[in-house]
């Protein structure tokens, strides 16, 4: 089982950056695709952004543009570079892993097994 802590979150405005990282441990990192998923209460959770074990990138039609997934296999961590924020990109933001075993779409919260705590990501306007 893989464990996962996200960080860097933070309260920023509108058109600024952040960098979010997520630290992976008790698994073997390279052998899980990696997902960036974000909620705001009441809300569904929405797929943001994946990078597979090879490094082929999916992202939301939002998101795309302004943030990039990347992956550091030796440091084990994943991370989304976020740019040109907005405010409607407030949420909870969640880090996931998925052993990639059999078909995928990528997108949906039940082909992530093991998941973050969650890191707040607030823009002001």
């Known amino acids: 089982q893989v464990q996962l802590v996200e960080s860097g979150g933070g309260l920023v ?14 698994g073997t990192f390279s052998r899980y695709a990696m997902g960036w ?4 209460p009441g809300k569904e959770r929405e797929f943001v952004a994946r990078i597979s ?22 440091k084990n961590t994943v991370y989304l570079q976020m ?16 052993p990639a075993v059999g078909l995928r779409s990528g ?10 705590q969650g890191t707040q990501v607030t823009v002001s306007s």
């Open 37 to 40: 998923f974000r909620q705001v």
């Open 53 to 74: 074990t090879g490094g082929r990138l999916l992202y939301a039609d939002s998101v795309k543009g302004r943030f990039t997934i990347s992956r550091d296999n030796i």
């Open 107 to 116: 997108v949906r919260e039940n082909e992530y097994p093991y998941w973050g």
């Open 13 to 26: 405005q509108a058109g600024g950056s952040l960098r979010l990282s997520c630290a992976a441990s008790g």
């Open 83 to 98: 740019n040109s924020l907005k405010p409607e990109d407030t949420a909870l933001y969640y880090c996931a892993a998925d």
